[in-house]
């Protein structure tokens, strides 16, 4: 079975500065999607960012980039000149089988001002 | 357009009582999923429709929970008796088609189910 592991239950961050939110994965597929959400203190999951596993670029989206490195099975999620607003739960997930999403634990950032 | 709609975004049931979650996909998005948040542990797949039919049914945890989508349009979730262990968010998701790496998913604000 496909799994998600985030390994940093919270985090805490300078005003402006970058973070990197970490994510491993385990699956044998060779074909797979990676994605991470946001979930503000308001309570919807808001979608960030998403990387194929045939994708030979990092995405980017804005001040998110995700580095993937398909060897290591590593997702990890960069937030640059983070801000106030990034205060939220960030969940990464990975797209098994036809649709199904299966997510990591989260990870709680606290950005400080 | 229209997010993904779910109400109520709260609510508080004693247990044994029966709850119904309510999820209005957004129009035209033939995928509709729920997920749920236990507290503290991660976010679960319980089922995904196609229109009406259930494609997936894999992550529904006992036959406490019965999920229906009426014409392909809204889907209900009842849980019928509600136990403690029930309690957490559930979430609603919906997908406009079945692409393979689409990243076309949109999720609802969850409700927040409370069993006393």
């Known amino acids: 079975a496909q799994k998600i592991t985030q390994t940093q239950p919270g985090m805490f961050v300078q005003e402006k500065e970058a973070v990197t939110l970490d994510c491993t994965y385990d699956t044998s597929d060779q074909s797979y999607g990676l994605f991470w959400y946001k979930q503000p203190s308001s309570g919807e999951m808001i979608f960030l960012i998403y990387q194929g596993s045939y994708d030979e670029q990092n995405a980017t989206e804005g001040r998110y980039s995700l580095n993937f490195q398909k060897a290591r099975k590593s997702a990890n999620l960069v937030i640059s000149a983070s801000q106030l607003g990034d205060s939220a739960m960030y969940f990464c997930?990975?797209?098994?089988?036809?649709?199904?999403?299966?997510f990591g634990q989260g990870t709680r950032l606290t950005i400080n001002p | 357009e229209a997010g993904v709609t779910q109400f109520p975004s709260h609510s508080v049931i004693e247990k044994g009582q029966t709850v119904t979650l309510r999820c209005d996909p957004i129009?035209?998005?033939?995928?509709l999923y729920w997920y749920r948040r236990v507290m503290g542990k991660e976010i679960k797949f319980l089922l995904h429709?196609?229109?009406?039919?259930?494609?997936?049914e894999s992550g529904m945890p006992n036959n406490r929970f019965l999920a229906e989508r009426t014409g392909g349009t809204y889907s209900t979730l009842k849980v019928q008796p509600a136990e403690l262990e029930d309690s957490g968010v559930y979430f609603c998701?919906?997908?406009?088609?079945?692409?393979?790496?689409?990243?076309?998913?949109?999720f609802g604000s969850g409700t927040r189910l409370t069993v006393v």
């Open positions: 998701a919906s997908s406009q088609r079945q692409g393979v790496f689409n990243y076309g998913y949109t």
């Open positions: 129009s035209g998005h033939d995928n």
């Open positions: 429709f196609v229109k009406e039919s259930k494609q997936d």
């Open positions: 997930a990975m797209r098994e089988g036809a649709q199904k999403l299966v």
